[in-house]
């Protein structure tokens, strides 16, 4: 995964960009790969950003999905979030979502 971009636009409001190299959603073992240099997603003023290289998390409003990340033998590296002062941004290379 090397390269990859998460775009999220919005003109007038807020806009959300997630998992530039690889977003889950469910259950997922990453094994041997490297995710590297997913670049920053383009942010309008409000815009929220989150894993530039892997988002971890569940889907809003889909409910009762479980969510299991597992990461072997692989490298993450040089993926990094840029945005405006009232851009809200987390995890560059890897943003893991809590309920």
Do not use: C, W
């Not at 998460?6 to 259950?27: E, H, M, P, Y």
């Not at 383009?42 to 009762?64: F, K, L, T, V």
């Amino acid at each position: 995964m090397i390269g990859n971009r998460a775009v999220a636009i919005s003109r007038t409001g807020a806009a959300k960009a997630a998992g530039g190299g690889i977003f889950n959603s469910g259950t997922l073992t990453v094994r041997r790969t490297s995710v590297i240099a997913n670049p920053p997603p383009r942010s309008p003023p409000a815009a929220s950003a989150q894993g530039a290289g892997i988002y971890n998390g569940e889907i809003p409003d889909i409910e009762d999905v479980p969510v299991h990340l597992t990461i072997q033998d692989s490298l993450i590296t040089h993926n990094h979030l840029t945005g405006s002062p009232r851009a809200t941004l987390q995890g560059g290379g890897l943003y893991t979502a809590f309920r």
